[in-house]
């Protein structure tokens, strides 16, 4: 059974750094593809960065670019997203997600590309 459990600091001051891990189980990391999601009240769930641990290929969101790194621990099950330089607008509960297939750069960003998803884990940016 495929389960996809998310973690991380869940309160954070703007500027400041989160690092957001996905744990996954039931599948083998590598022959599968992660990617992370997230959500604002009112606002429909924006893909964020993807990555395909098998060979490290990635995928990033026009959001999050050039503050955000993408990686994977195959070994450990893990796929940990990095978001730098936090704002109060990336306050939002984040979800990872996963598939048998990469996504092409053209489906990556749509829900219906991920087959498996995490309950979220919401992360507050506030002073």
């Known amino acids: 059974q495929v389960q996809l459990v998310e973690s991380g600091r869940g309160l954070v001051r703007p500027g400041e750094s989160v690092r957001l891990s996905c744990e996954v189980t039931?599948?083998?990391?590598?022959?599968?593809?992660v990617a992370w999601f997230r959500q604002a009240p009112g606002k429909k769930r924006e893909a964020l960065s993807a990555?395909?641990?098998?060979?490290?290929?990635?995928h990033y969101g026009d959001s999050v670019m050039g503050r955000s790194t993408i990686s994977s621990d195959n070994g450990q099950g893990m796929v940990h997203l990095h978001l730098s330089n936090l704002t109060p607008g990336d306050t939002a509960k984040y979800y990872c997600?996963?598939?048998?297939?990469?996504?092409?750069?053209?489906?990556?960003?749509?829900?219906?590309?991920?087959?498996?998803w995490g309950q979220g884990i919401q992360v507050i940016v506030s002073s």
């Open positions: 039931g599948f083998i990391l590598d022959s599968y593809a």
């Open positions: 990555i395909s641990p098998k060979d490290g290929r990635t």
């Open positions: 997600a996963a598939d048998q297939f990469f996504p092409r750069q053209d489906f990556w960003e749509q829900r219906t590309s991920w087959n498996y």
